[in-house]
């Protein structure tokens, strides 16, 4: 046998350096801001992710340095879904976390992020179902519905689940007066 290293003994070298586990504790929570987007009816907003199969879930994303909630949060719909046709009605007392799954540390957010710390506002669209377009400069989702708050929680990835619940519960009232408008 020549002195030469075997080349899949090569590749198994390499591939440890790549298997070394994410320390979660060290990773801090990315700040972000989401959006409860509540139509005529009082039903919300939710788009199909295009990089997950099923996975459907309200917009959210990054809150930029010196930006507010609240512009944040107009930014992200027209970035989303094409409009910041919304009156924001009001805004989550506490920030709220979710990790994520150990299967998605360190892949998601170029590895930076250990999960979310949201900030959630539910507005009103002011809008019409035309205005919406997912076809924006970085498309993240494929499909979009309006449900009912009911059937929001099944729909979504195990994970954010103890969020939306939560939103739910802290937006009960606000949801109730836009059946009512």
Known sequence: MSGKKDATTRDKSKDKSKDKAVDRDSLPYRPCVGIMLLNARGEVFVARRRD????W????????????VH????????????????EILAETV???????????????WKG????????????????????IDLETEHPEFDAWKW???D???????????????????????????????
């Open 52 to 55: 997950t199969t099923d996975a």
């Open 57 to 68: 879930q309200m917009p959210q994303g990054g809150i930029d340095d010196g930006e507010t």
């Open 71 to 86: 512009e944040a949060a107009l930014r992200e719909l027209k970035e989303e879904i094409g409009t910041g046709a919304a």
């Open 94 to 108: 506490e920030k709220l976390r979710y990790d994520l799954p150990d299967h998605l540390l360190g892949k998601v």
């Open 112 to 131: 930076r992020w250990r999960g979310q710390e949201q900030v959630w506002v539910a507005a009103r669209f002011t809008g019409s179902d035309a205005d």
């Open 147 to 149: 449900v009912a708050p």
């Open 151 to 181: 059937d929001l929680v099944r729909l979504i990835v195990p994970f954010k689940r103890p969020v939306y619940e939560a939103v739910l519960a802290e937006f009960r009232e606000v949801i109730a007066k836009a059946r009512r408008a």
